[in-house]
């Protein structure tokens, strides 16, 4: 009933999405949905319906991630009052031959730094440059959202990827070295999305300098996470410097978007719903006790999760003890891949996933048109991991 009461949520939400309901509706509906399904079948008890509320009202990752997006869309309104935007524009055409090529670059680099949300960073910069490559807001809420992960294949700083090579028995760098060719593929797949017809930049030193300038507010959050600052500090201490600079109080009024705190409020009532109710368990006995091949467990269990939760971290670490205690087929390196994997794929198909519903709001498009537009990315990444992992163990 777990694993059913899931993807059926999943399931309403994007029916719902497809029918044009807003996505905050749609998620609680799809919210809603779940814990009807879990009273049914162990009747009603008014603590299931007191118990996430709790779960969700003491989280303090939920306020501390509502500020920090508020933050991102008053820093947004500040460069697009004080013209920032338009010189970026203006920039980005005298430096790249296709002006689609940041649009993928600079969302792969931020990427080296996870952190909730983080697609929303990235977000006030790629629009207006998806905007002179007239690119339209789906293509550019894609490229955004699927750049921004690429690095999640491979790239060490990632918790996930700790779990998965001390499972696999090897060293968390050759864990990465054997990840690498999945994120190139990546990579290519969305520049292929994009349809990316130059690689050329053109490094005028003055270009250059005032691109650094106008991303100056976006670039010193860059710097500060690098150097372990918090991303809620980061982003205020940036915009606290933007304000001095700008002298923009306006901005602190459009930038507060009452849909935006509704949907993330969704989203982590969705989760507190899946910790009330131990769903994430309750799917891995499920997935145990049908006797289904290990092989395939290994694939769905991690996937589930991960689209479950929206998150990597937790996927991995709630699927690969089980994993690991079957009995299966695969050596431990090549089980560890597929399962780490899975659950990537499962996150970034995830609607829970904050980058993707968050980048589905701020780019005004549906969730499934951007899980349609990404259909090709996910078989192409999918393919060349499997060829990755063929080559590999024929060495």
Known sequence: MGTFSILMGIFILIALQRAHFKLFISMGLAVLSIVFLQIFKSGFDLKNLVDPILIFLEDSKFYEIVFMIYLIYVLGEMMKNSGATERLKETIKKLFEDPKLPVGFIPMIIGLMPMPGGAMFTAPIVKPMGEIAKMNHLEIAVANYWFRHTMEFFWLVYPAMLIASSFAGISLRSFMFRMFPTAVGAIIAGLLMIKVKSLKVRLKISDVMKLIWTLFPILMIIALVLFGVRGIVAVSVSVLISTFIYKDLKSFVKGFK??????????????????????????????????????????????????????????????????????????????????????????????????????????????????????????????????????????
């Open 258 to 395: 009452m849909e935006v705190i509704l949907l993330i409020s969704m989203i982590f009532i969705y989760k507190a719903v899946i910790t009330s109710f131990n769903l994430s368990r309750t799917i891995a006995l499920e997935m145990t006790n049908w006797n289904i091949p290990a092989i395939f467990i290994a694939i769905a269990m991690p996937f589930i999760l991960g689209l479950m939760t929206g998150i990597t971290q937790a996927s991995v670490g709630m699927s690969f003890p089980t994993i690991f205690a079957l009995q299966c087929s695969l050596d431990p390196i090549t089980l560890s891949m597929v399962s780490y994997f899975s659950a990537v794929m499962g996150v970034l198909l995830s609607p829970a996933h904050l980058c993707l519903a968050l980048s589905a709001e701020y780019f005004g498009v549906g969730i499934s048109k951007m899980l349609k537009k990404l259909g090709l990315s996910f078989i192409i990444t999918s393919v060349v991991f499997m060829l990755s992992l063929i080559f590999s163990n024929g060495r």
